[in-house]
T-cell receptor, first 115, second 115 residues
Framework: DAGVTQSPTHLIKTRGQQVTLRCSPK?????VSWYQQALGQGPQFIFQ???????QRGNFPDRFSGHQFPNYSSELNVNALLLGDSALYLC??????????????FGPGTRLTVL | AQSVTQLDSQVPVFEEAPVELRCNYS??????LFWYVQYPNQGLQLLLK??????LVKSINGFEAEFNKSQTSFHLRKPSVHISDTAEYFC?????????????FGKGTKLTVNP
Protein backbone atom coordinates (compact mmCIF):
# COMPACT_ATOMS: atom_id res chain seq x y z
CA ASP A 1 0.00 0.00 0.00
CA ALA A 2 1.77 3.13 -1.24
CA GLY A 3 1.85 6.04 1.13
CA VAL A 4 1.81 9.70 0.18
CA THR A 5 4.36 10.49 -2.51
CA GLN A 6 5.69 13.87 -3.55
CA SER A 7 7.83 15.07 -6.43
CA PRO A 8 10.38 16.39 -6.87
CA THR A 9 12.31 15.86 -3.65
CA HIS A 10 14.44 18.95 -4.13
CA LEU A 11 14.07 22.02 -6.30
CA ILE A 12 16.14 25.17 -6.79
CA LYS A 13 14.56 28.24 -8.38
CA THR A 14 15.39 31.92 -8.66
CA ARG A 15 13.30 34.85 -7.54
CA GLY A 16 10.37 35.65 -9.79
CA GLN A 17 10.11 32.17 -11.25
CA GLN A 18 7.16 29.84 -10.94
CA VAL A 19 7.15 26.33 -9.49
CA THR A 20 4.82 23.33 -9.49
CA LEU A 21 4.96 20.64 -6.83
CA ARG A 22 3.11 17.36 -7.10
CA CYS A 23 1.49 15.00 -4.63
CA SER A 24 -0.15 11.58 -4.88
CA PRO A 25 -2.31 10.71 -1.88
CA LYS A 26 -2.30 7.47 0.04
CA UNK A 27 -4.38 4.80 -1.66
CA UNK A 28 -8.07 5.24 -0.83
CA UNK A 29 -7.75 8.84 0.33
CA UNK A 30 -9.77 11.62 -1.29
CA UNK A 31 -8.48 14.79 0.37
CA VAL A 32 -5.14 16.54 0.00
CA SER A 33 -3.76 19.30 2.20
CA TRP A 34 -0.61 21.32 1.64
CA TYR A 35 1.64 22.76 4.34
CA GLN A 36 4.71 24.99 4.28
CA GLN A 37 7.44 24.30 6.82
CA ALA A 38 10.08 27.01 7.05
CA LEU A 39 13.41 26.14 8.65
CA GLY A 40 13.05 25.78 12.40
CA GLN A 41 9.27 26.22 12.33
CA GLY A 42 6.22 24.02 12.49
CA PRO A 43 4.21 23.36 9.33
CA GLN A 44 1.71 26.03 8.30
CA PHE A 45 -1.50 25.16 6.48
CA ILE A 46 -1.71 26.49 2.93
CA PHE A 47 -4.95 24.92 1.62
CA GLN A 48 -6.96 21.74 1.31
CA UNK A 49 -8.56 20.15 -1.74
CA UNK A 50 -11.55 17.82 -1.78
CA UNK A 51 -13.61 16.81 -4.80
CA UNK A 52 -11.36 18.96 -6.99
CA UNK A 53 -12.32 22.11 -5.10
CA UNK A 54 -10.38 24.24 -2.65
CA UNK A 55 -12.13 23.47 0.61
CA GLN A 56 -10.23 25.55 3.09
CA ARG A 57 -7.38 28.04 2.84
CA GLY A 58 -4.80 29.33 5.26
CA ASN A 59 -3.22 32.76 5.40
CA PHE A 60 -1.22 32.59 2.17
CA PRO A 61 -1.29 35.04 -0.76
CA ASP A 62 -2.91 34.32 -4.10
CA ARG A 63 0.55 33.51 -5.52
CA PHE A 64 -0.09 30.12 -3.98
CA SER A 65 -2.63 28.12 -5.94
CA GLY A 66 -3.49 24.50 -6.34
CA HIS A 67 -5.39 21.89 -8.20
CA GLN A 68 -6.79 18.46 -7.55
CA PHE A 69 -7.28 15.95 -10.33
CA PRO A 70 -10.03 13.29 -10.70
CA ASN A 71 -7.58 10.64 -9.42
CA TYR A 72 -7.22 12.75 -6.22
CA SER A 73 -3.60 13.73 -6.91
CA SER A 74 -2.78 17.37 -6.43
CA GLU A 75 -0.46 20.15 -7.52
CA LEU A 76 0.74 23.20 -5.65
CA ASN A 77 1.76 26.17 -7.79
CA VAL A 78 3.68 29.16 -6.54
CA ASN A 79 4.11 32.18 -8.79
CA ALA A 80 6.57 35.09 -8.56
CA LEU A 81 8.80 33.26 -6.10
CA LEU A 82 10.30 35.18 -3.21
CA LEU A 83 13.32 34.28 -1.10
CA GLY A 84 10.91 33.73 1.79
CA ASP A 85 9.19 30.93 -0.10
CA SER A 86 12.21 28.70 0.57
CA ALA A 87 10.85 25.89 2.72
CA LEU A 88 9.88 22.24 2.92
CA TYR A 89 6.47 21.78 1.32
CA LEU A 90 4.49 18.93 2.79
CA CYS A 91 1.50 17.21 1.33
CA UNK A 92 -0.91 15.31 3.56
CA UNK A 93 -3.80 13.08 2.56
CA UNK A 94 -6.88 11.93 4.45
CA UNK A 95 -10.30 10.43 3.91
CA UNK A 96 -12.94 13.01 4.68
CA UNK A 97 -15.73 10.47 4.49
CA UNK A 98 -14.53 8.94 7.74
CA UNK A 99 -15.37 12.14 9.57
CA UNK A 100 -13.49 14.92 11.23
CA UNK A 101 -10.41 13.86 13.09
CA UNK A 102 -9.31 11.28 10.57
CA UNK A 103 -5.56 11.05 10.50
CA UNK A 104 -3.66 13.09 7.96
CA UNK A 105 -0.78 11.12 6.45
CA PHE A 106 2.20 13.17 5.35
CA GLY A 107 4.54 12.70 2.45
CA PRO A 108 8.31 13.20 2.67
CA GLY A 109 8.09 16.74 1.34
CA THR A 110 9.66 18.81 -1.41
CA ARG A 111 12.55 21.04 -0.38
CA LEU A 112 12.28 24.30 -2.34
CA THR A 113 15.22 26.69 -2.36
CA VAL A 114 14.75 30.14 -3.89
CA LEU A 115 17.96 31.99 -4.79
CA ALA B 1 -8.48 31.04 15.85
CA GLN B 2 -6.43 28.28 17.34
CA SER B 3 -2.82 28.34 18.45
CA VAL B 4 -0.36 25.84 19.88
CA THR B 5 2.54 26.60 22.19
CA GLN B 6 5.34 24.14 22.70
CA LEU B 7 7.12 25.48 25.70
CA ASP B 8 10.54 23.95 25.05
CA SER B 9 12.33 24.33 21.73
CA GLN B 10 15.04 21.83 22.70
CA VAL B 11 15.10 19.02 25.27
CA PRO B 12 18.35 17.09 25.82
CA VAL B 13 18.13 13.93 27.91
CA PHE B 14 20.22 10.87 28.61
CA GLU B 15 19.26 7.45 27.34
CA GLU B 16 16.80 5.58 29.59
CA ALA B 17 15.77 8.79 31.36
CA PRO B 18 12.11 9.92 31.41
CA VAL B 19 11.04 12.84 29.26
CA GLU B 20 8.08 15.21 29.02
CA LEU B 21 7.46 17.46 26.04
CA ARG B 22 4.98 20.18 26.87
CA CYS B 23 2.14 21.41 24.68
CA ASN B 24 -0.55 23.97 25.44
CA TYR B 25 -3.23 25.10 23.06
CA SER B 26 -5.68 27.93 22.75
CA UNK B 27 -9.01 27.56 21.03
CA UNK B 28 -12.51 28.97 21.27
CA UNK B 29 -14.00 25.67 20.10
CA UNK B 30 -13.47 22.02 20.91
CA UNK B 31 -10.43 20.49 19.26
CA UNK B 32 -8.78 17.25 18.38
CA LEU B 33 -5.15 16.92 19.46
CA PHE B 34 -2.19 15.27 17.80
CA TRP B 35 1.50 14.61 18.26
CA TYR B 36 3.62 14.13 15.16
CA VAL B 37 7.30 13.14 14.98
CA GLN B 38 9.74 14.24 12.29
CA TYR B 39 13.05 12.48 11.82
CA PRO B 40 15.84 14.36 10.01
CA ASN B 41 15.09 15.02 6.34
CA GLN B 42 11.77 13.24 6.52
CA GLY B 43 8.08 14.12 6.58
CA LEU B 44 5.81 13.93 9.61
CA GLN B 45 4.60 10.69 11.16
CA LEU B 46 1.60 10.52 13.48
CA LEU B 47 2.63 9.45 16.96
CA LEU B 48 -0.72 9.57 18.73
CA LYS B 49 -4.00 11.46 18.77
CA UNK B 50 -6.86 12.35 21.07
CA UNK B 51 -10.31 12.53 19.54
CA UNK B 52 -12.63 11.59 22.41
CA UNK B 53 -13.01 9.12 25.28
CA UNK B 54 -10.13 8.31 27.60
CA UNK B 55 -7.94 11.34 28.13
CA LEU B 56 -4.79 9.20 28.20
CA VAL B 57 -3.66 8.00 24.78
CA LYS B 58 -0.69 5.81 24.01
CA SER B 59 1.53 5.04 21.03
CA ILE B 60 2.97 1.68 20.08
CA ASN B 61 6.53 2.76 20.91
CA GLY B 62 5.98 3.74 24.54
CA PHE B 63 4.93 7.39 24.30
CA GLU B 64 1.76 8.60 25.96
CA ALA B 65 -0.08 11.91 26.20
CA GLU B 66 -2.84 13.13 28.44
CA PHE B 67 -5.52 15.61 27.41
CA ASN B 68 -6.22 18.10 30.19
CA LYS B 69 -9.15 20.29 29.20
CA SER B 70 -8.99 22.58 32.23
CA GLN B 71 -5.32 23.35 31.62
CA THR B 72 -5.67 23.19 27.80
CA SER B 73 -2.64 20.93 27.67
CA PHE B 74 -1.61 17.77 25.85
CA HIS B 75 1.85 16.93 27.19
CA LEU B 76 3.81 14.02 25.71
CA ARG B 77 5.69 11.66 28.01
CA LYS B 78 7.89 8.60 27.83
CA PRO B 79 9.23 6.84 30.95
CA SER B 80 12.49 5.69 29.34
CA VAL B 81 13.85 7.11 26.08
CA HIS B 82 16.13 5.49 23.51
CA ILE B 83 18.73 6.98 21.20
CA SER B 84 16.33 6.28 18.34
CA ASP B 85 13.77 8.70 19.84
CA THR B 86 15.99 11.60 18.81
CA ALA B 87 13.77 13.66 16.50
CA GLU B 88 11.61 16.76 16.38
CA TYR B 89 8.15 16.48 17.89
CA PHE B 90 5.20 18.64 16.86
CA CYS B 91 1.96 19.13 18.73
CA UNK B 92 -1.06 20.02 16.58
CA UNK B 93 -4.76 20.76 16.94
CA UNK B 94 -7.68 20.68 14.56
CA UNK B 95 -11.14 22.14 14.90
CA UNK B 96 -13.73 19.51 15.83
CA UNK B 97 -16.28 20.96 13.42
CA UNK B 98 -16.77 19.27 10.08
CA UNK B 99 -15.09 21.04 7.20
CA UNK B 100 -12.29 22.36 9.38
CA UNK B 101 -9.73 19.60 9.31
CA UNK B 102 -6.68 21.81 8.90
CA UNK B 103 -3.95 21.17 11.44
CA UNK B 104 -2.46 24.03 13.43
CA PHE B 105 1.04 23.13 14.59
CA GLY B 106 3.33 24.32 17.31
CA LYS B 107 6.92 25.29 16.50
CA GLY B 108 8.26 21.92 17.56
CA THR B 109 10.48 20.50 20.27
CA LYS B 110 13.79 18.98 19.30
CA LEU B 111 14.44 15.95 21.50
CA THR B 112 18.05 14.82 21.66
CA VAL B 113 18.79 11.57 23.48
CA ASN B 114 22.43 11.24 24.50
CA PRO B 115 24.21 8.00 25.44
Amino acid sequence: DAGVTQSPTHLIKTRGQQVTLRCSPKSGHDTVSWYQQALGQGPQFIFQYYEEEERQRGNFPDRFSGHQFPNYSSELNVNALLLGDSALYLCASSLVGQGVGDTQYFGPGTRLTVL
Amino acid sequence: AQSVTQLDSQVPVFEEAPVELRCNYSSSVSVYLFWYVQYPNQGLQLLLKYLSGSTLVKSINGFEAEFNKSQTSFHLRKPSVHISDTAEYFCAVSDIRAGSEKLVFGKGTKLTVNP
